[in-house]
């Protein structure tokens, strides 16, 4: 079987895909506002994980 750069197989389809990124897990924490999500490359292989939170205030 083929696959990407990144270990995916070919035929598998992203949860969500932004140029050659897929994402490949999201959550949320349980103790704070703060969203997790994985990312990687289909062509590089590299690896992002980007947190999205609310930082106004205090």
Same mark, same amino acid.
């Given at each position: ?11 598998? &389809? ?7 990124? %897929?994402?490949?897990? &999201? ?5 704070? %506002?703060?969203?997790?999500? &994985? ?12 947190? %999205?939170? %609310?930082?106004?205030?205090?």
């Amino acid at each position: 079987m083929s696959t990407f750069a990144n270990g995916t197989p070919l035929n598998a &389809k992203p949860l969500e895909a932004h140029g050659n990124f %897929d994402l490949i897990k &999201k959550f949320k924490l349980d103790f704070a %506002d703060i969203h997790v999500s &994985k990312w990687k490359s289909r062509s590089s292989g590299l690896s992002v994980v980007h947190l %999205d939170y %609310d930082g106004a205030g205090s």
